[in-house]
């Protein structure tokens, strides 16, 4: 089955950047989406089509892509920032797959 | 304002069925796409299956394939999912999402389903 394969924890001082690596086979043909989660709160959509930004998310956010690898980067962490972060993508295969990277929790020191 | 809520989770035992149910407000259901996802205890996000708007196709995690179905009722703008002969590894919260081309960008606050004797 397809996977997503991201780093289990990042962690950064506030204001410094902070990248999240998302890597899978698929990502050059299929778009990737990002969201972040919060404890005890539902995933957020922060980032649409490898680098769309929804409305209400802040600049610092940005999404990029480079081969079989997709990159959330936070510009100028701050303390809210703090929590899991999922990549997602479909299978390209022809099935109907929608897929998660396993999430990584990112620590703001 | 989009909001999604859903409800029927609990507590069943294994090989028991139980139906969630999503009430989605603030868009016009009947013209999107529908997702559950699940979240087991401290584990990361798993999509489950897919609904299209007209609810003429859906699409299933394999390892809820023949299980669980998903339905809906554009009439009450209500999304549904039939869960049956549970195991312990389906407990999780439930989350319902509205889908956007392929992106889940609306999501409830979801309801948890623990399977135990």
């Known amino acids: 089955s397809y996977e997503l394969t991201q780093p289990p924890s990042v962690s950064v001082s506030p204001g410094q950047t902070a990248r999240i690596t998302c890597s899978g086979d698929a990502l050059p043909k299929q778009y990737s989406y990002w969201y972040q989660q919060k404890p005890g709160q539902a995933p957020v959509l922060v980032i649409y089509?490898?680098?769309e930004r929804p409305s209400g998310i802040p600049e610092r956010f940005s999404g990029s892509s480079s081969g079989t690898t997709v990159t959330l980067t936070i510009s100028g962490v701050q303390a809210e920032d703090e929590a899991d972060y999922y990549c997602q993508s479909a299978d390209s295969s022809g099935s109907y797959h929608v897929v998660f990277g396993g999430g990584t929790k990112l620590t703001v020191l | 304002q989009v909001q999604l809520v859903e409800s029927g989770g609990g507590v069943v035992q294994p090989g028991r069925s139980l139906r969630l149910s999503c009430a989605a407000s603030g868009f016009t259901f009947s013209s999107y796409g529908m997702h559950w996802v699940r979240q087991a205890p401290g584990k990361g996000l798993e999509w489950v299956t897919f609904?299209?708007?007209?609810?003429?196709?859906?699409h299933y995690a394999d390892s809820v394939k023949g299980r669980f179905t998903i339905s809906r009722d554009n009439s009450k703008n209500t999304l549904y999912l039939q869960m049956n002969s549970l195991r312990a590894e389906d407990t999780a919260v439930y989350y319902c999402?509205?889908?956007?081309?392929?992106?889940?960008?609306?999501w409830g606050q979801g309801t948890l389903v623990t399977v135990s004797s």
């Open positions: 609904i299209s708007f007209d609810g003429g196709n859906e």
């Open positions: 999402a509205k889908d956007e081309l392929g992106v889940a960008d609306y």
């Open positions: 089509k490898d680098s």
